[in-house]
């Protein structure tokens, strides 16, 4: 898969197929769902323990190019054999999904009932590649070959077409697609980190240094990173050991070019052990949590957090993650209302528990229930497409309405823990959104705002402008459908979920990218000089304000923490310079994961059309109330110059041609007066606006001054 490879091909990825989704930290897969049992006074959730964390065992990428057969048995033999290490393969019949080919449905199938996660192959030209070409490359994988998810070939690693990848990652999520990697072949920029799942960041000859996977990488997650190896003779068990740290999918060949992906590795077996047995620091044990009462009871659905130095990941108890043995972790588990944690089973009182695991381990957190959780009275608004109806009981009301209401909000009674969310109408149900940050850090919900669309619609289903809580529900949805749900910041779109409503209650996990700090450098037109106590304003581009700042001496804005830019969203900087002066500067695209010595963050220089002050001069010019230019037998006048402030920044003489002349002017709003030398009575004055393009004003002769 290297650059001088003609027929570029894709590595194959696994999962852990008993627990139906990645064990991956960012992951665009549905969680599994849950059923929700409600009872008199103390709340019981029922849902499979699932393996979320982020910091699971490193599975095998296998570009699959050869045509089915015995390549393809060979992969399924490895997977029968190491079934618990993660694999993902990549077809391609011919540069992409060719002309459908039964053998290729069959070998598809066989791949998939092994376990093996499944990804059609596509070439994206870099970027250049239409992208409606690319979509049709997609539906023809997902309708003929059914696969699991897509790779992106030859993509791009330069700022500036991160958009168009995270479109085509969106728009495979929304054709049913669950996972998606891109091949740039080499390191990348960190600004194309969240637009796929995954990227592999080195596919060449030989091993790739660790260092590679240092720097800004540890930042983010392994999960986002993978690498391609070939013409390697001797596998090297340590450096797996090691690299299996930093990359969550890897493949490693003895073959070279023209195509070292045309048969399996020799190697492979030694190197799916390697993984299997030592490539995560001794192994992965797990870890499985649950909480109780302190009468023993058990007490589901309690809020957890899960840290190690590199990756995070939360979830509801009872909660269970693949560790890496050896390595610390600190488990924190959450108060919810009257529940207040207590201590552990090993007697220790505060929250957040530290474990290094060598092991399996099972830990329990016990909770005081001295009062009881009372039932609230909930009121929601659903729309529904074909019926009004209103229906109550004792604890809760739903009201159902046509689909003509789109604006919905979710109750400010809407509780945040599962358990206490009631249908009761048999055929709807809810989903349990959690939103949270790339190390797995809670969002803050009071930023946030959602959109729904039911099914295939485009016509929006519901929107949500704030939620009381995070996590929170999406209540009343009807059974049977698939919901498209958009996550909102500073008006941008942050992240996109699917989710299938097939039971009474599911959950679902949004991941919203790192703020990006935003400081503005705002200069004249020369480019150099910088313009300071300007009000800077920046906006969405649906005209809602995010942030304001006054720039200093330097020009410089304050440091704005902003959602980046995704699909087709900018922002918009408003500068204002007292109450007259304006300048737009758009579209400002924000990109994640530009690392700078102050953290996330970017620079931008927004160079205006006004002139620096160097280059300013104006004339001013006097009249009498006859409107003739002021002569010096009228007597000496000298004209001031005060600011929007009302501060008296400059002063000149009336010459004898009526004029009196400034130099070195800022832009901005001004008030100028004439007044006389020898009395200082006012001989008129005028409100002006100084742009830098007109360069003459007048003052005429007031009644009063000549009264005076």
Not at 186 to 205: A, L, R, W
Request: with cysteine; hydrophobic share 35%; proline share 5%.
């Amino acid at each position: 898969m290297g650059m001088d490879i003609p027929l570029r091909q894709v590595p194959i990825f696994l999962i852990m197929h008993g627990f139906g989704s990645f064990n991956l930290v960012r992951t665009r897969r549905l969680f599994c769902s849950f059923i929700l049992l409600i009872t008199l006074m103390c709340v019981i959730s029922v849902y499979p323990p699932h393996n979320a964390f982020g910091m699971s065992s490193s599975g095998l990428i296998v570009p699959l190019y050869s045509y089915p057969g015995t390549m393809w048995d060979e992969l399924v033999q490895e997977k029968n054999t190491h079934y618990s290490v993660p694999i993902m393969a990549i077809i391609n019949p011919s540069n992409g999904p060719g002309i459908r080919d039964e053998n290729y449905v069959t070998g598809v199938h066989d791949l998939q009932n092994s376990g093996i996660v499944v990804l059609g192959y596509v070439d994206t030209g870099y970027g250049s590649k239409n992208a409606t070409t690319i979509e049709s490359e997609m539906n023809s994988y997902k309708n003929w070959y059914g696969v699991n998810g897509i790779f992106f070939d030859t993509m791009s690693s330069v700022p500036g077409k991160e958009i168009f990848y995270k479109h085509l990652s969106d728009y495979a999520k929304s054709i049913g697609l669950t996972y998606t990697v891109g091949n740039p072949g080499t390191d990348t920029s960190p600004s194309y980190i969240g637009t796929v799942d995954n990227i592999v960041i080195y596919d060449n000859k030989g091993l790739p240094p660790l260092s590679l996977f240092e720097g800004w990488h540890e930042n983010f997650a392994k999960s986002n990173f993978s690498f391609l190896s070939y013409d390697v003779s001797n596998l090297n068990k340590t450096y797996v050991d090691n690299v299996t740290k930093y990359v969550q999918y890897l493949y490693i060949t003895d073959l070279t070019l023209p195509n070292p992906f045309v048969v399996l590795s020799s190697q492979i077996d030694e190197l799916v052990s390697s993984i299997e047995t030592g490539g995560q620091n001794g192994g992965t044990v797990s870890v499985n949590l649950n909480t109780y009462s302190d009468d023993d009871k058990p007490l589901d659905g309690l809020w957890t957090i899960v840290k190690s130095d590199k990756n995070a990941t939360t979830g509801f108890s009872p909660f269970s993650f693949s560790a890496i043995a050896g390595q610390q972790y600190n488990i924190t588990v959450a108060n919810f209302h009257n529940y207040v944690f207590d201590h552990w089973d090993d007697g220790t009182t505060k929250n957040t528990r530290v474990i290094v695991p060598t092991q399996n381990v099972t830990l329990t957190a016990y909770y005081a229930t001295n009062q009881t959780i009372p039932n609230q009275t909930n009121s929601t608004t659903v729309s529904n497409q074909t019926n009004s109806t209103t229906v109550s009981n004792q604890t809760n009301s739903t009201t159902v309405s046509n689909q003509t209401s789109t604006i919905e909000s979710t109750p400010s009674q809407l509780s945040s823990y599962q358990g206490q969310m009631v249908n009761p109408m048999k055929n709807v149900g809810s989903v349990i959104v959690n939103t949270m940050y790339p190390n797995g850090d809670r969002a803050d919900y009071t930023i946030l705002s959602f959109t729904i669309y039911q099914d295939t619609n485009q016509s929006l289903y519901r929107r949500i402008d704030s939620v009381p809580g995070n996590p929170f529900y999406i209540g009343n949805l009807p059974l049977g459908h698939s919901y498209k749900v958009e996550a909102f910041v500073n008006g941008m779109c942050a992240d996109i979920e699917y989710v299938t409503l097939a039971k009474t209650a599911a959950q679902l996990n949004m991941f919203l990218p790192t703020p990006v700090g935003m400081r503005l450098d705002l200069l004249y037109e020369d480019g150099i000089t910088p313009i300071s106590n300007a009000t800077i304003t920046v906006k969405s581009q649906d005209n809602n304000t995010q942030a304001t700042s006054n720039t200093d001496i330097n020009g410089e804005s304050l440091r704005f923490w902003l959602e980046p830019t995704s699909q087709n969203n900018y922002y918009i900087i408003n500068v204002k310079i007292d109450k007259h002066l304006l300048y737009d500067y758009w579209p400002v695209f924000l990109y994640p994961g530009y690392a700078t010595m102050s953290g996330y963050d970017q620079e931008i220089k927004v160079i205006t059309h006004w002139p620096a002050p160097a280059n300013n001069a104006i004339s001013i010019k006097i009249y009498d109330a006859r409107s003739n230019l002021y002569t010096p037998k009228d007597g000496g006048l000298v004209v001031d110059v005060f600011d929007d402030n009302g501060n008296k920044i400059a002063e000149s003489q009336v010459n004898p041609r009526g004029e009196a002349d400034f130099a070195n002017l800022k832009v901005g709003d001004y008030l100028i007066r004439a007044q006389s030398i020898h009395n200082n009575a006012i001989w008129g004055d005028s409100k002006i606006m100084f742009d830098g393009k007109k360069t003459t004003f007048a003052i005429y002769e007031t009644l009063q001054s000549q009264q005076n």
